[in-house]
Structures are given as structure tokens and as C-alpha cells.
């Protein structure tokens, strides 16, 4: 177990680099399952959580071979149906293999996920979507188990919720049904249109892409492809409400502006710059930032996978906000350790009022889940003394190489043993 030992104090300055997105390079490679032969994806970050897709991808029969960030996946005619706890468990993400695996093999054995420390995270728009396109689907020994000897056919599916994970097993499954299916209320986040770039190159016809409402045509087969994942806008946000809260100046190369639009008019409210470039954008900031409101809501509105990091820097703003949790019931649970440092935070169900300090002080914490830990590291940096985060395996899952590129901007960290290992 490890954690990092960050010293507050430092301004960020100087530029990073934006990896491709977890939450794209996951589902891009559950698609490869969709065609025989080799498929290749480009801008894949060196995640934990990637490794243990590749783990999962394996067991089902591919061949997965990782060189830097070039993810190559060789997928053969035949591939098992059967995804099994142990891998499942450790990633909530390889849900997204039901839809692939139904629609290639007629069958999909994947364990329950169950919940995290977000919040529970249901299936059931998942199931009712696949049973729509006419798969014998339930819940049985703690596995979603589905059947489509037949094949699958196309059928119109209305979302109760526009679910991201719901959308893209839908969309995996419709790409080989007969006929046509329409998707309305369909998620519309940038990893939706990535998966959508990449089943069109395999072959899929998609019409809709970017909108609430997705129609596609069937298609007998898929072929594989090369494809280039999509820029992490949440990394990106990341190193936006670093540069904010810690008065510097980050040129973020390889973001999208354009995928961050509401995060953007946030940071400007708190007195930011903001420019946009060819390649990527700028932050920076001088002087104390303001207190900015935030409701977290599905692309376009603000998303919840920066809402701890706004937390921390209301923690430290000038006035009081009040932030709205939309997506999941527990993503307030950090803010006690954020308390720690002496963040002002009261919680009240789904809303957050945060009363800006002029200081924080650093203490020992630990993350339960990736977005948590960036939020209490952001805080660190700007907090008095030291800040142990403990269990940073947590943020390995989705920030490659955090404390290196922290370093490059001038920030104090280290990565270093943690004695009392807590590996929850
Ligand atoms: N939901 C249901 N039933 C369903 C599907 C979803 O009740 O059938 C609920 C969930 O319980 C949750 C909400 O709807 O409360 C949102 O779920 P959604 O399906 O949109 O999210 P997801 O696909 O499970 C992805 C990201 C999350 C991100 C959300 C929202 C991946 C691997 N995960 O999850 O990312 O927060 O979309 O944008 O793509 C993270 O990266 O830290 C993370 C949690």
C-alpha cells in the first residue's frame, strides 16, 4: 500500500499533457470484442483499470498486448461468454462486456458489480434495454445472465435516466441486432460519440451521434479497427481547478475545450483565465478565488466526476457555495475527510454548503474512490503543513501518473510506503 505526502504551498505552473479517457478506452476496448481480428487503440492510459480490463478481455479469449500507450487486441472467432466476480469486482467498468458479449456469442454470463463508495449503481436500465432487443435477461447466483440463441432485433428503448453505461451496452448490442433500434433519452458525453466514431470505422451505421436520440441500423458483422481515444476531459478539469485553486498557470495540451464548456464558465466565475488553444487551453489565476455554486448533471451539465474537486476549492474560496449532487447519493461521503483539513462543509441530502476558508490545514486522509482522492491531493496542495492521502491506489485508477506530473509543475509530492496500509 502506498500513499502521497504532499506539502502545500506550491503554485502549478508550466504545461501537461492530457491522456485519452478511462471512461472512453474502457468501453472502446470491450467494443474489440464485437470483431474477429486484431484491433487497435491508440492513447490508452496507463491505468490500473485498464490493466484489469485487459485481465478480463483475456479470460474471455482475446489476445491483449499493451506498449506504452498503444493497446493492440487480437480477438478470435470463438470467445467465452462468462465474466467472473473476481475481475468484476475490482472494475465496476466491465459491465460494458454484457452487450458485446450478448450480441457476439447469443450469450452473457457477467457478475453483479454491486455498489462502491459513490453510491449503488443499478443495472436495470441495462437489462430492460437488452430485454427489449429481445434477450432473456435476469439476475441469477449474484451473475446478470443473458440469452439470444436467435440473435437480436432492433426495438425502440427509452431511457428513464440518459445512464452512460446503459447507452453504450445498448448501443454495443444494437450495432449487431436485426434491423433498427432507436435509443431516446440516450447519454450524449464525449466517450458516447467516441464509442460511436469507433463502431461506425467497425461498420456500424449510426445516425444521432452526439444527440439524445441514437438510431441504429444492424449490421451482420463488425471488422476491427484503429482507433485513437478520446482526451480525458475530467483529467482536464482536473488540472483546471488545480491551476485555480493553487494561483498558478497550466497549459493543458490535448484538452478539449469544447467538452468542458459548463467547467469552464465555473472556473471563469471563480476569477479565472481561461484561453482555448489549437491544441488544448490555459488556466490560470491570481489571487483567491470565489466561491462558485455547482449542480452536477449528465454531459452537457456539470460533471459529477469533478464535483470533489470544486468541493476543495470552495473549501478555500472567498464567500460560500452550494453544490448539488444529481448523479450518485454518496459522492458527498469524502467531504469528512476533507474535514480533516479543516474544510468547512455541511451536508444536507443531495446539497453541499461549503463556506470558503482563508486556510487549510494539512492531516492525514484516505480516498475511497479515484475523483475523492484528486479532490483531497488538490486540497493538500494549497493546505498548511503536510497532507498523507492514503490509499492512493484508488487514483491509480485513473490518473496515470499524478505525483510525476505534479512534480513537472512544480508542486511538492511524493509517492512513498504507507505503514498503515489501508487498502479499502
Ligand atoms: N443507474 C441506474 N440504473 C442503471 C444505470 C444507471 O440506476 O441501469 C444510475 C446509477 O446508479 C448512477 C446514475 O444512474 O446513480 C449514473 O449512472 P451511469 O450509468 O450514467 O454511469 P456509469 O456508466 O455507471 C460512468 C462513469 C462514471 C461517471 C458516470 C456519469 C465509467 C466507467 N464510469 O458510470 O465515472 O461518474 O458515467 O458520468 O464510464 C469515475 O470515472 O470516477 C466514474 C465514477
Known amino acids: 500500500m502506498e500513499r502521497f505526502r504532499v506539502a502545500g504551498g506550491s503554485s502549478l505552473r508550466g504545461s501537461v499533457r492530457v491522456n485519452g479517457a478511462k471512461n472512453s478506452a ?5 467494443a474489440a470484442l464485437l470483431a474477429e481480428g486484431r484491433t487497435i487503440l491508440h492513447d490508452v492510459p496507463a491505468i490500473t483499470d485498464v490493466d484489469y480490463m485487459a485481465e478480463l478481455l483475456r479470460r474471455l479469449g482475446a489476445d491483449v498486448e499493451r506498449t506504452g500507450t498503444v493497446v493492440t487486441i487480437d480477438v478470435p472467432g470463438e470467445i467465452g461468454h462468462a465474466a467472473p466476480y473476481e475481475l468484476v469486482r475490482r472494475l465496476r467498468a466491465s459491465i460494458c462486456v454484457l452487450g458485446p458479449l450478448l450480441a457476439r456469442c447469443g450469450a452473457a454470463d457477467v457478475a453483479l458489480p454491486g455498489g462502491d463508495a459513490i453510491g449503488s449503481r443499478g443495472l436495470d436500465m441495462h437489462m430492460a434495454g437488452l430485454a427489449k432487443l429481445g434477450a432473456d435477461i435476469g439476475v441469477e447466483h449474484g451473475f446478470v445472465v443473458a440469452r439470444a440463441p436467435g440473435g437480436l432485433t432492433g426495438a425502440t428503448i427509452l431511457l428513464d435516466f440518459p445512464s452512460v453505461g446503459a447507452t453504450e451496452n445498448i448501443l454495443m448490442a444494437a450495432v449487431l441486432a436485426q434491423g433498427t433500434t432507436t435509443i431516446d433519452n440516450a447519454a450524449r458525453e464525449p466517450e458516447i460519440i467516441d464509442i460511436c466514431t469507433m463502431l461506425t470505422e467497425m461498420g456500424a451505421h449510426i445516425d444521432g451521434v452526439g444527440t439524445s436520440t441514437l438510431r441504429v441500423e444492424g449490421a451482420d458483422r463488425m471488422h476491427p479497427t484503429e482507433h485513437t481515444t478520446v482526451p480525458d476531459r475530467i483529467v482536464t478539469g482536473t488540472w483546471g481547478v488545480a491551476a485555480v485553486m493553487t494561483r498558478g498557470d497550466i497549459t493543458i495540451s490535448n484538452g478539449r475545450p469544447e467538452h468542458l464548456e459548463i467547467v469552464l464558465d465555473t472556473l471563469t466565475s471563480a476569477g479565472a483565465v481561461v484561453e482555448s488553444s489549437a491544441d488544448g487551453l490555459r488556466v490560470a489565476m491570481s489571487g483567491r478565488p470565489r466561491a462558485v455554486d455547482v449542480v452536477t448533471l449528465p454531459y452537457p451539465g456539470f460533471p459529477t466526476d469533478l464535483q470533489p474537486m470544486i468541493v476543495a476549492l470552495d473549501a478555500v474560496s472567498e464567500g460560500t457555495a452550494m453544490i448539488t449532487e444529481n448523479v450518485y447519493e454518496a459522492r458527498f461521503m469524502f467531504v469528512n475527510e476533507l474535514a480533516r483539513l ?20 494539512g492531516a492525514p486522509v484516505v480516498t475511497t474512490d479515484i475523483r475523492a482522492g484528486a479532490g483531497l491531493v488538490l486540497a493538500g496542495l494549497v493546505a498548511d503543513g503536510e497532507t498523507l492521502v492514503s490509499a492512493v491506489h484508488h487514483i491509480d485508477r485513473g490518473y496515470p501518473d499524478l505525483v510525476g506530473e505534479l512534480c513537472s509543475l512544480g508542486a511538492d509530492v511524493v509517492r512513498e510506503p504507507d505503514p498503515d496500509g489501508f487498502d479499502d
Open 26 to 30: 474502457l468501453k472502446l476496448m470491450a
Open 342 to 361: 479543516g474544510a468547512d462543509v455541511r451536508i444536507d441530502g443531495h446539497h453541499a454548503i461549503v463556506r470558503g476558508r482563508s486556510a487549510l490545514s
